[in-house]
Nanobody, 122 residues
Framework: QVQLVESGGGLVQPGGSLRLSCAAS????????MGWYRQAPGKQRELVAS???????NYRESVKGRFTISRDNANNTMFLEMNSLKPEDTAVYHC????????????????WGQGTQVTVSS
């Protein structure tokens, strides 16, 4: 129903910047919310930032002031601008979307992208 494709990951030095993108496509009525999650080796997956259709935004404390989440609703695309990157930001970043879809009836479902690697190292 919904396909999510992330891009923009890579290797950067501490203090550098990256811009992640997540493009949503497929058949859906609307996307209620989108978010970025990350998972580092040996750690649990954690929410980085989320944004709703009515533009309510949440960040985890460790990225506040450094990361900015945004959406281009016309193109069903979400972005994460990451500045002042730290080695502890190293992880696979996954795009998540909650969408209303229609089959026999209307329902809401979660969707995940394949992930993009972000590595912050000297």
């Amino acid at each position: 129903q919904v396909q999510l494709v992330e891009s923009g990951g890579g290797l950067v030095q501490p203090g550098g910047s990256l811009r992640l993108s997540c493009a949503a496509s497929g058949s859906f009525v609307s996307i209620i919310a989108m978010g970025w999650y990350r998972q580092a080796p040996g750690k649990q997956r954690e929410l980085v930032a989320s944004i709703t259709a009515d533009n309510n935004i949440n960040y985890r404390e460790s990225v506040k002031g450094r990361f900015t989440i945004s959406r281009d609703n016309a193109n069903n695309t979400m972005f994460l601008e990451m500045n002042s990157l730290k080695p502890e930001d190293t992880a696979v970043y996954h795009c998540n979307a909650v969408a209303i879809i229609f089959s026999a009836t209307m329902t809401t479902r979660d969707y995940w992208g394949q992930g993009t690697q972000v590595t912050v190292s000297s």
